[in-house]
C-alpha cells in the first residue's frame, strides 16, 4: 500500500521555515470591534503571558502558534518545563482551550500546573489564512482537507515547538478532528511519532459511521450538490456578523440558551454544562471555518465508511496524488504512541460505537474512560470538565513525565 503522504520519490520530515515573530493578523474589518479579537489579548487579561509566532509548512501556509510559556505564580521556577501542545476540532481555533474562566479553561489550568502550553491553529480557520504565494481568494488555497493538515500542519508546528523550546518531545491534545490529524500524522510520519511523548484523544474522531449529527446528513449530499450549495472555496468562516451576533445578540439574557443552542446545532445538547455566561465569547470566535474540500472529505467518510485520504474524484487525479488510482487507508494500528482516550456518552460526532471500534485499533491504549452525559463540545467548555477531565489530563501527563 502506497503511504498516503508520498508522492514517489518518499517523504521528508524537514524543520519548518521560520517567519518574523510576532502578533497574528487581525481578521476582523478595521471598523468592526473586536472583543478579544486576538488569543493573546484574552489569555494577557487572566495574567499569564503570551506568545505568538508564525510557522510556515512545507507546501507554503503560515500557521499562528499562540503560547503560554508558563503560568501566573510559577514563572521564576528554574529548567525547562514540559511542553504541551493543544490542537482544536473542526471548524474551531485555538481559543477553544482559553475562552472559559482561567479556572476552567485547559490551556490556562496546565500554564498554572507547571506545563509550557503551545496552542496550534489549522490552516483555513481565522488565525491561518496566509500562504507564500497564495491568497484567500484562490480557488488554489483552499485546496485542502484534513489529510494536508496532518501531512503538513502538524509537523510544521511541533518541529517549531521543539526547536523554540529545546525540548525532545511534546505532550499532544486534540480534540475532534486534532485527533483525526494526530492519527493519521502519528501513523503515517514514524518521525514525527517518535517527538510525541503521549497522545490525549478528547472525543477522537476516526470513523463515523454511527455519527447522528445533522453533519452526518450533510454528508450523505452528492458532492456536486454541497459545492453548488457552498462554492469550492471555505466554509464558514467568521464573519462581521458572526462577530456582532456574538457582542450584541449573545449578551442579552433571554437569547442565551438560543445562541447556545446553535453552537450545539453539529455536535450534540448538554446544556446544563455550559456557562450561560460565556456564550457571547463562543459565538465570538466560532466558527472558525475551513475549506470546502475538507469538508467534502468528511462527507466522503460518512458514505464510504473507511479511514481514508481524500478521494480527487478520477483514478487519474487520485494516480497522481497517491500513485495509485483510489485513495489509500490509514490504519491506526501503526501509531505506537502511548494513547489516553475520553469519550462521552451522548456525543453526536464521536459515537460510543465509533469509539469502542476505535478503541480496539490502538496499539498502545494507556487509559480511556467515557463519560456517559457529556457530548461533543463538554471537553473544552464544560462547567465540571476541569474535575472530571483537566485535572486526569496532567496526573497523567507528570505519571509519564
Known amino acids: 500500500m502506497t503511504n498516503a503522504f508520498l508522492k514517489p520519490g518518499g517523504h521528508s520530515l524537514s524543520a519548518p521555515l521560520l517567519v518574523n515573530v510576532g502578533d497574528c493578523f487581525r481578521f476582523c474589518s478595521p471598523n468592526f470591534h473586536c472583543p478579544f479579537s486576538l488569543q493573546s489579548e484574552i489569555i494577557s487579561y487572566w495574567g499569564f503571558p ?26 521564576s521556577d528554574k529548567g525547562p518545563k514540559p511542553v504541551v501542545f493543544l490542537q482544536h476540532g473542526l471548524l474551531a481555533d485555538s481559543s477553544n482551550w482559553v475562552t ?6 485547559l490551556g490556562f489550568i496546565l500554564a498554572d500546573a507547571g506545563f509550557d502550553v503551545w496552542m496550534g491553529n489549522s490552516r483555513g480557520n481565522t488565525w491561518s489564512r496566509k500562504h507564500k504565494t497564495l491568497s484567500v481568494s484562490q480557488d488554489e488555497f483552499w485546496a485542502f482537507s484534513y489529510d494536508e493538515m496532518a501531512k503538513y500542519d502538524l509537523p510544521a508546528s511541533i518541529n517549531f ?32 511519532a517518535k517527538r510525541i511523548k503521549m497522545f490525549f484523544a478528547l472525543a477522537p474522531v476516526v470513523s463515523v ?74 459565538t465570538t470566535h466560532s466558527p472558525a471555518g475551513t475549506s470546502v474540500q475538507n469538508m467534502l472529505h468528511w462527507s466522503q467518510a460518512v458514505k464510504f465508511q473507511k479511514f481514508q485520504a481524500f478521494d480527487w474524484g ?8 497517491y ?57 473544552i467548555w464544560g462547567l465540571d470538565a476541569p474535575w472530571r477531565l483537566y485535572n486526569k489530563i496532567i496526573n497523567l501527563m507528570r505519571k509519564y513525565q
Open 209 to 282: 459511521d454511527f455519527c447522528t449529527s445533522p453533519m452526518a446528513k450533510l454528508g450523505r449530499l452528492p458532492d456536486l450538490l454541497i459545492k453548488d450549495l457552498f462554492g469550492d472555496k471555505e466554509f464558514l468562516p467568521q464573519s462581521a456578523f458572526l462577530k456582532w451576533l456574538g457582542t450584541h445578540v449573545c449578551t442579552h439574557v433571554i437569547l442565551k440558551e438560543l445562541c447556545g443552542n446553535l453552537c450545539f446545532l453539529l455536535c450534540g445538547f448538554n446544556e446544563r454544562n455550559l456557562n450561560m455566561s460565556r456564550v457571547d465569547v463562543y
Open 50 to 75: 503570551s506568545e505568538e509566532y508564525l510557522v510556515e509548512t512545507e507546501d507554503g501556509y503560515i500557521l499562528c502558534l499562540n503560547r503560554i510559556p508558563h503560568g501566573r505564580k510559577n514563572h
Open 314 to 321: 478520477s483514478s487519474a487525479k487520485n494516480y497522481f496524488h
Open 100 to 105: 472559559n474562566l482561567a479556572n476552567s479553561s
Open 323 to 379: 500513485n495509485q488510482s483510489y485513495p489509500p487507508t490509514y490504519n491506526v494500528k501503526d501509531m505506537l504512541v502511548p494513547t489516553a482516550v475520553w469519550s462521552g456518552g451522548h456525543d453526536w460526532l464521536a459515537d460510543v460505537y465509533d469509539i469502542n471500534i476505535l478503541l480496539t485499533q490502538i496499539t498502545n491504549l494507556v487509559f480511556h474512560e467515557s463519560i456517559p452525559e457529556w457530548e461533543h463540545l463538554d471537553f
Open 161 to 192: 515547538i521543539l526547536n523554540k523550546t529545546g525540548q525532545e518531545q511534546v505532550y499532544y491534545v486534540g480534540h475532534s478532528q486534532g485527533t483525526t490529524i494526530g492519527f493519521i500524522a502519528f501513523s503515517q510520519i514514524p518521525e514525527l
